[in-house]
């Protein structure tokens, strides 16, 4: 299958009036659609966490910091701060991966604009 076997049928339909047109449309709006799955993702864990990723990286730092100085916290308050830390950190490396794949498709965005 190439490309202009894919493109073709458009072009004949009359929605584009050229190969040309069809990429760079089918482009852009694939752009477009990952750009909006991934902010839809991040809102979802701002939703999550009430706060931007910005927020939630100092947020879970200083809950680090917490659990490092521990002073006079039982095992049990230990663990149950470990616990959660470890699923904020876990959230931490989701949300940091879809907030670059997102800049990378809003750079890509840019790029073919121009």
Known sequence: MTVESV???LVKQGLFTSL???ARALKRNYILQEIWKYRAQTAEFEQKHGLSFEQFSRYT???IQQLRQG?????????ALTQAIMQDEQDWLEWKATEEILQSWLGLKEESIK
């Open 7 to 9: 493109l073709n049928p």
């Open 20 to 22: 040309e047109e069809a």
């Open 61 to 63: 730092q200083e809950r």
């Open 71 to 79: 002073n006079g916290w039982s095992e049990a308050q230990r663990l």
